[in-house]
């Protein structure tokens, strides 16, 4: 009896195999993103447990934990950039259990402006969605005499090289802006970095800087004490904690509306996020930033609540880097950043 090439038996008995696998396999994997939330999802934070990204992070998280019945808790990672907690994020699975809230400056102004980032947003990180915008505000001591943005513009050109600005480090948002501002309206100013923006406050009050940029949040208490004048704020409109300080946009300095958002900030996850979960987690965002509540929150902080859609999300930090590289392109500035 002549015998059956060992493929005639082989092969069906892997065809076999592999039914068999999808039958159990898929299913299995349908049931753990259906059934997704199961267990606590962790928040990656790139800044220590104060300030404003951390404030939003703990807010959203309490918030993200009520809508998808689930505990969602803070981890923060701060140093680096942010590039710790950015490898913390590449390092997890892609399961939906390890998020993190990216802000402006790790999404669009660091791959615009620094080369040979460990990381691409488009390749590393799966876009979920917008939690916010923040305007930040211009503020100056209250030695110096000037009480708008054209009137920084005539002093400093006035007076070249004299005035120094406090940012909360080299590579902060407010690093970057006011390195954008000086450069479109042709002043000259020395950057002094900080580590925080208390610390730019504090400068100011001591004259050691006369210029600073900051969140609204962590200039609000200094404006409002008298202790230090608000110039403008980088919106597109006038925000309800400070009614009475101009935009950028009422300078009519052509340019300066680039200057809005001052920040904002995304929820990531890693590569390859199943698109069932990204959805549930872009639906659970907006639910919270739907909220009457969290309007509210946002509004005192000066932030503005975000909507839309992974896709809408993508195509934003898209558009906010090609503005940075055009920033690039005809300024030659550029980051030099550790890693």
Known sequence: MRRKPIAWVIMPLLATIMCLFTIVVCPSRAY???????????????????????????????KLGDVLRTS????????????????????????????????????????????????????????????????GVIVASRS??????????KYCKAHPGLLNFGSSGIGSASHIQMEYLSTLVGIRVT?????????????????SVQLGMMP???????????????????????????????????????GLENLDPYTYYVLVGPRGLPPEIVQK????????????????????????????????VQNYISQDTRKWADFHTESHFELHIGH
């Open 32 to 62: 753990a993103h259906s059934s997704y939330p199961s267990r606590s999802i962790r928040l990656l934070v790139g800044f220590n447990a104060a300030g404003a990204t951390d404030a939003i992070a703990r807010y959203y998280a309490s």
């Open 72 to 135: 969602v808790y803070v981890d923060n990672r701060p140093g680096a950039y942010q590039m710790i907690a950015i490898r913390a994020l590449k390092a997890s699975a892609a399961d939906g259990y390890t998020l993190f809230l990216i802000t402006g400056s790790a999404a669009s102004q660091y791959p615009a402006l620094q080369k040979n980032l460990p990381y691409d947003p488009h390749r590393d990180f799966s876009f979920v969605g917008l939690v916010g915008e923040a305007p």
């Open 144 to 153: 110096l005499p000037v009480s708008d943005i054209d009137d920084l513009v």
């Open 191 to 207: 950057h002094v970095p900080f580590k925080a923006d208390a610390e730019i406050t504090t400068a100011l009050l001591s004259g």
């Open 216 to 254: 609204i949040q962590g200039a609000l208490p200094a404006i409002q004490g008298g202790m230090v004048r608000a110039l403008a704020v980088t919106g597109k409109k006038r925000v309800d904690a400070l009614p009475n300080v101009p935009t950028l946009a009422e300078a009519r300095i052509p």
């Open 281 to 312: 987690l872009n639906d659970a965002i907006n639910a919270v930033s739907r909220m009457p509540e969290t309007i509210a929150y946002m509004h005192k902080l000066g932030f503005e609540p975000g909507l839309g859609t992974p896709r809408s």
